[in-house]
């Protein structure tokens, strides 16, 4: 896993509020890719985290995150023993992550297993089906990566909504939700085209789709 190697240091210290309305209080919660534990400081204060475990690829991200999490490993997930119990788990987050792995359905199965009954994987993916990569790519036959976004040169993989639900339904976890991140601003032509066309537009416009998996 590669991700994270050319980031400054305000990229891994960034609060991904929008895990809360899946997780419950007081739970057992494992971030993948914690960077410096901004979103699990975040989560505790809010009475959702009673314990908190990083894995953060980047060492100074990863020693920060050591303030404020209770066990924090560093290194490749791909590659790491954790020491986890099966089933010792409430929630596992992996937000920006799998498309920086080899292997990102191999993970999200072993990912899975340290759930509980009742436990949630939440992952965000990119969505490949994004309307500005796709008309780059028929119109203009450009493919660019880039520092950051859907084509950042270290995304190994892409996904799309069907892709994404199959990612976690195979890891042995039942689909509760798929939502497409996208930010439409009232009355300019993409929300209007959604509008019209009964919200089925929102998938093209998407840069990511936040999906969450029950155990």
Not at 181 to 205: E, Q, T
Request: proline share 4%; glycine share 8%; aromatic share 8%.
């Amino acid at each position: 896993m590669s991700a994270g190697t050319a980031q400054p240091l305000a990229y891994h210290h960034a609060v991904r509020r929008e895990v809360v309305p899946f997780l419950k209080a007081d739970s057992r919660i494992l971030e993948i890719g914690c960077g410096t534990g901004a979103t699990l400081d975040f989560l505790r204060q809010q009475g959702l985290c009673r314990w908190a475990g990083g894995v953060e690829y980047a060492p100074e991200p990863a020693e920060l995150a050591r303030k404020v999490a209770d066990q924090v490993w560093q290194g490749d997930i791909e590659g790491m023993d954790l020491g986890l119990a099966e089933g010792s788990l409430d929630a596992v987050l992996c937000l920006d992550v799998l498309e920086h792995l080899v292997n990102p359905w191999r993970t999200a199965r072993r990912l899975a297993a340290l759930l509980a009954p009742g436990g949630v994987l939440v992952a965000s993916l990119p969505n490949i089906r994004n309307d500005r990569i796709l008309r780059d790519l028929v119109l203009r036959g450009k493919w660019e990566y880039r520092d950051d976004g859907i084509l950042d040169r270290t995304h190994l993989r892409f996904f799309t909504r069907a892709s994404t639900v199959a990612l976690v339904a195979e890891a042995g976890l039942t689909v509760e939700a798929v939502q497409p991140l996208v930010h439409l601003k009232p009355w300019r032509l993409k929300w209007i085209l959604n509008r019209v066309s009964g919200g089925r537009m929102v998938d093209f416009y998407a840069t990511q789709f936040l999906v969450c998996g029950r155990r």
